[in-house]
């Protein structure tokens, strides 16, 4: 959520920026909510006023033995009024705060300028992609291979877009998950969290998918009204909402396993076979919680962290500074890093990194204490360290042999009793 008075004082600047981003800014219905949110102020804060000098009037009026009937009647026409204005000016509230809701967050001067995903820019790159020697197979086709994998009871049970996976290729997907957070807690310095799979309205506006990316969601209506996380950053981030951190505490750094769920409702067509876009997967989410003047050095932090999780693999990837029209709704700035596939012979998304600055926290309401005893918005960052379920699929396509077999990577081999194939 975009601070207020930027808005009142900057307007003409703020709309400049979000054209960045494809986002028109009805500067005329700003304008008409804030003149009519400044006269109901004025008139609630005069009758306010008006209230409080007949009661003085009416104490001393009493102290005289006078009639005060008249003053009477006036005080209850003046609370009529007043209880009007009070609730007229709730309204506009809320036409106001939906306004500012959907307002994505203004780019750092940083982020490249551009209209779509190909204006992205590449950072650097780690590895060169392998050269074989043999036809090779995707991950659906080496998994079939070895009845691992399995499309079929997936959508008996479910539907289209989930998977069942077996034996050996689940074992490795659990490797994975457990490399990751082993990484993340010993060498990073993360401290690992369990959340909740099922979170409410609330936690869903304070990072951001609510109101706009209700499509995107699995929702669990009534009784409950409650809806599925899409990521782990939801109910990671809402930690802080409502809360006053002290500065010495900061910064918090967390790092947390669950399942994803997303409808992908935006995505018909696209990456219809195998795993790469799924309804329900696995994440392992790093979470940033920090001070507005560092929030920049963790997001190459945060990105560096992720990357370790490749290299450690000896997977080629490339980091992607994303532009303007491509980054998140929350997002100021962020690096997506991509891992390549030799199947589809490109590189694929398998992380966004991307540093949010106040915009979760004033939905949150999640501050820090400053050694002067005031209070300020703190910074938000995530990012993914890894999708679990794009690791699983670049590590077996870039690492199997002739024969269809899979060469466990060595820091995974621990995680089989050192056996080095699969």
Known sequence: MLNNKLLRNNIDLVAKKLSARGFELNIEKFHQLENKRKFLQTKTEELQALRNNKSKEIGLAKSKGADITTLLQEVEINAQELKACETEFKELSEQINNFLWVIPNIPHESVPIGASEKDNVVVRQYGEPKKFDFPILDHVALGEKHGWIDFANASKISGSRFVVLYGKLVKLHRALINFMLDLHINEHGYKEVYVPYIVNKTTLFGTGQLPKFSDDLFHIPAPYDYYLIPTAEVPVTNLVRDEIINID??????????????????????????????????????????????????????????????????????????????????????????????????????????????????????????????????????????????????????????????????????????????
């Open 249 to 422: 505490d900061l910064p918090l750094k967390f790092v947390c396993h669950t399942p994803c769920f997303r409808s992908e409702a935006g995505s018909y067509g696209k990456d219809t076979r195998g795993m790469i876009r799924n309804h329900q997967f696995e994440k392992v989410e790093l979470v940033h919680i920090v001070k507005p003047e560092n929030s920049y050095a963790a997001l190459e932090e945060l990105t560096r962290d992720a990357e370790k999780v490749l290299q450690k693999l000896e997977l080629p990837y490339q980091v992607i500074a994303l532009c303007t029209k491509d980054i998140g709704f929350s997002a100021a700035k962020t690096y997506d890093l991509e891992v390549w596939l030799p199947s589809e012979n490109k590189y694929r998304e398998i992380s966004s990194c991307s540093n949010c600055e106040d915009f979760q926290a004033r939905r949150m309401q999640a501050r820090m204490r400053t050694q002067n005893n005031t209070t300020e918005y703190l910074h938000t960052l995530n990012g993914s360290g890894l999708a679990v379920g794009r690791t699983l699929i670049a590590v077996i396509e870039n690492n199997q042999d002739e024969n269809g077999n899979i060469h466990i990577p060595k820091v995974l081999q621990p995680y089989f009793n050192n056996q080095a194939i699969l």
